[in-house]
Nanobody, 127 residues
Framework: QVQLVESGGGSAQSGGSLRLSCAAS????????MGWFRQAPGKEREGVGI???????VYTDSVKGRFTISRDNAKNTVFLQMNSLKPDDTAMYYC?????????????????????WGQGTQVTVSS
């Protein structure tokens, strides 16, 4: 059974940090581009960042310099380190897995390209 299970969400103060994890099971992430998307109430789903199979990364402009995606293929896990958090980062964060050999940027704006989605983890940032 394929699963993506996110963890690490919670509450943080503005300027604080959180680290999200995404544990995959039922498939190997090594050949997938892996991503993080988020959706805030009343807003459209947004690509946060993508890491491709060669560990090249791309981020949406609003998180550049603050968020970092990494992957550990041996542990079949992907991480999202979030620093300098802002209230606008408040959202449900979803881990995604994207098959196919495209540049990371291709997937960032195409949530429909994800083959697998996690159930999400809530991040709430207070000012």
């Amino acid at each position: 059974q394929v699963q993506l299970v996110e963890s690490g969400g919670g509450s943080a103060q503005s300027g604080g940090s959180l680290r999200l994890s995404c544990a995959a099971s039922g498939f190997s992430i090594s050949t997938f581009s892996m991503g993080w998307f988020r959706q805030a109430p009343g807003k459209e789903r947004e690509g946060v960042g993508i890491i491709d199979a060669r560990s090249s990364t791309v981020y949406t402009d609003s998180v550049k310099g603050r968020f970092t995606i990494s992957r550990d293929n041996a542990k079949n896990t992907v991480f999202l380190q979030m620093n300098s958090l802002k209230p606008d980062d408040t959202a449900m964060y979803y881990c995604t897995a994207h098959p196919g050999y495209y540049a990371a940027g291709y997937f960032l704006t195409r949530p429909i390209s994800a083959k697998y989605w996690g159930q999400g983890t809530q991040v709430t940032v207070s000012s």
